[in-house]
């Protein structure tokens, strides 16, 4: 089983992070679990760190905002977010779901993943994760949700 961070977090996310559920089981317990499925410890650890970083970068964020700013990518992160990639992320900020800021979060996270690339659908998840995480983000993460989770039903149809 080749499993990376990025599906440790999804299987966390899934499964824990945004349930209803009020009994969430503490940092140990869900580290048994990951290792009983069969995720590898280095990975599990790296997941923990990973959504441990999504809370101290969105502390560290300013409010400040720029309405008519341009981003540009560094190499790395082209390397990282093809054009559909980035194409993406230009979307969600000119519909509202994503700002400054957090688009800022959204590619810092995607660079902390343990990987090469990052596909389009692997981007979403990480958007929304990084929506969860924000306070005063909950009408543009529903919004996401509904993005993310009407691409899995029109794959599975």
């Known amino acids: 089983m080749k499993e990376n961070v990025f599906d440790v977090l999804l299987y966390l996310f899934e499964n ?3 349930t209803e559920d009020t009994n969430k089981p503490d940092k140990d317990t869900l580290e048994s679990e990951l ?3 069969g995720f590898p410890e280095l990975e599990i650890n790296k997941a923990f760190d990973w959504l441990e970083s999504i809370t ?18 560094a190499e790395a992160e082209l390397e990282r977010l093809d054009v559909a990639c980035r194409g993406y992320l230009l979307f969600l ?3 509202g779901v994503l ?7 959204v590619i810092e996270r995607v660079m902390a993943l343990d990987t090469d690339e990052i596909d389009l659908e692997q981007l979403k998840w990480v958007v929304l994760m990084v ?9 543009a993460y529903a919004w996401m949700e509904d993005l993310v989770f009407e691409d899995l039903e029109a794959v599975i149809h």
């Open 16 to 18: 824990y992070i945004d």
């Open 35 to 37: 290792e009983r499925i």
């Open 56 to 73: 101290v970068v969105a502390d560290q964020e300013s409010a400040e905002q720029f309405e008519l700013s341009m981003r540009f990518y």
């Open 93 to 95: 900020e000119q519909v």
């Open 99 to 105: 700002d400054n800021d957090t688009r800022e979060i």
């Open 131 to 139: 929506l969860f995480y924000q306070p005063g983000r909950e009408v």
